[in-house]
């Protein structure tokens, strides 16, 4: 028996191999960047979205709005010196006021949404 362990033990060696340490190869600079948070970014930055300004809101019934003509007056519910809210596909990332320029009309951003609460919107 002990004559089958030291056999078992030179084929056991036998049977090992060398293992060595891998190679590489060292990194340059291709001129290409990695595609970094900054980098990520840049793929959305030529999407576009739709801005719009709301002016306020109102309930109206079938009848009223069917007639409603040149002339008519729907009112809202927010107060001229009230804050306007400006939504990016749909959803509310700031308020405002309206200004005059040149002939057109303009907001002037009083207010942002704060990043975190916009970014929950998206998640709706």
Sequence with gaps: MADDAINNAEVEKSERKE???PAFENLTDTGVKSVGSENKLDLVLDLDLLV??????TTMMIKDILELGRGSIIEFDKLVSEPVDILVNGRKMAEGEVVVVDKHFGIRITSLI?????IKGLRK
């Design 19 to 21: 293992v060595q340490s």
């Design 52 to 57: 719009s300004v709301e002016l306020g809101k």
């Design 114 to 118: 704060d990043p975190s609460d916009r």
